[in-house]
């Protein structure tokens, strides 16, 4: 069988991981990590590794910076198979320090941010993209351009909303060039809040809602799947890319709503249970 051709467009970074009992409270005090680390973070780095991971053919369109991390993120990437297109930011390469605890508890704090280059590869990205099976842009200001793109070629466009809560105007383009859309739940209060946001779209939708599973609403019905099960969660980084990537597979090997959505708790399982965005 072809492989499913995937092109990504979105953030990459370089990440310190700090690894706590407990997330800190907010007050003056001294704590003592379990243990930490540097890897790859960024929310199209993990659906580039998840992706890639499955078999897919997988082109990722990014912006790193002129220095030692983007070096290493390029080369992390270029070892899983990952063709990159990076366009190359005057500041630093994205950096995060990610403190978690053992339960998924996350905060992640923005340490470098890359200046927004001025685009070098804008035809390699465009044949790249009309030649892919699902165009999935992300969050970021360098990945938005190639929304309309997506839409005139006719590829469909997936893009993770992350935790919107249906209001912010940053995710506006994303949500209306959206064929489908995913996020997960931490932007609503409560159940039907989530349910009524998903009906209100009129797209095909998925939310994960951490150990109690996902969720997809499709010609309006609603499919529920649990959460697969993991023996020792090892890592949270990477999972709703995980979660995301598995479904978009089973999707493209003609799998239906209720199985994709199994393929993707296996893959975010496999995820948590390994030390790195993908397993």
């Known amino acids: ?26 007050r003056p005090h001294t704590t003592f990590a379990t243990g930490h680390r540097t ?29 030692e991390p983007g070096r290493e993120v390029l080369a992390v990437l270029a070892a899983a198979g990952v063709e990159v297109i990076a366009e190359t930011a005057e500041g630093a390469t994205e950096q995060h320090l990610n403190l978690m605890d053992p339960h998924g508890g996350r905060v992640s704090i923005y340490l470098e941010l890359p200046e927004l280059p001025r685009p070098r590869h804008d035809e ?7 030649a892919a099976d ?46 489908r859309v995913f996020l997960n739940d931490d932007g609503f209060a409560h159940h039907d809040a989530l349910l009524g946001f998903l009906d209100s779209t009129g797209k095909p939708t998925v939310a994960t809602l951490g150990a109690r599973g996902a969720l997809a609403l499709e010609h309006g019905q609603v499919h529920t799947a649990p959460a697969a099960p993991v023996e020792r969660i090892v890592d949270t980084n990477g999972a709703g890319d995980a979660f995301f990537s598995g479904f978009l597979v089973a999707h493209l090997g003609g799998a239906g709503v209720d199985a994709a959505l199994a393929a993707g708790a296996e893959q975010a399982a496999r995820c948590l249970a390994s030390p790195g965005l993908a397993p």
């Open 1 to 26: 069988m072809r492989k499913p051709e995937v092109f990504v467009a979105g953030p990459v970074s370089w990440n310190r991981l700090v690894l706590l009992d407990r997330l800190p409270e907010a």
């Open 134 to 179: 699902v165009a999935v842009v992300d969050l970021a200001e360098h990945a938005r351009p190639l929304l309309a793109p997506a839409r005139a070629a006719g590829v469909p466009v997936w893009c993770d909303l992350h935790d919107y809560d249906g209001t912010a105007e940053f995710h506006r383009d994303f949500l209306r060039a959206a064929d």
């Open 39 to 67: 890897a790859v973070g960024g929310t199209s780095a993990g659906k580039a590794l998840n992706l890639a991971s499955l078999g897919a053919r997988v082109t990722l369109r990014t912006v790193v910076g002129d220095d």
């Open 124 to 130: 390699r990205s465009l044949a790249a993209l009309v």
